[in-house]
């Protein structure tokens, strides 16, 4: 029921640390294997994301231009909002842009490269 994505990352600890700091995602399930956090899942509202311990080496889609390999969009209430919290904790975040389609867009990536592209309606 509904869409759950599951992102193969190198460390799942420090992915975790990423949805939740940065993003307010609440872990809901871990999975160990041989002593090491292997597996988690994330929940925001109706957002479900899975975090897989199977990423190898993130330098690859770190040096990826945009649009390179998946992109995972995220509606949110207010991208401008976001961008300002999500840079005011330290992040990267692109600036918000208007889309022709009638959108303001922001991307940020984790910490294995992977393109995250939060969108709101545009203002005014």
Not at 6 to 25: E, I, P, T, Y
Not at 64 to 69: K, T
Not at 91 to 102: I, K, M, W
Not at 105 to 120: I, N, W
């Amino acid at each position: 029921q509904g869409y759950q994505p599951l992102f193969n990352v190198a460390d799942v600890g420090a992915s975790v640390a990423f949805w939740q700091s940065a993003l307010g995602f609440e872990l809901t399930q871990t999975f160990e294997w041989e002593g090491r956090l292997a597996f988690a899942q994330l929940r925001s509202g109706a957002v479900e994301v899975m975090l897989n311990g199977r990423g190898g080496d993130p330098a690859v889609r770190l040096a990826r231009p945009h649009y390179s390999d998946a992109v995972f969009y995220f509606r949110v209430d207010d991208v401008h909002t976001l961008f300002q919290d999500l840079t005011a904790r330290g992040l990267a975040p692109t600036a918000p842009e208007r889309q022709d389609y009638g959108l303001d867009e922001m991307y940020l990536r984790d910490p294995d490269g992977y393109e995250l592209s939060f969108t709101s309606p545009a203002r005014g």
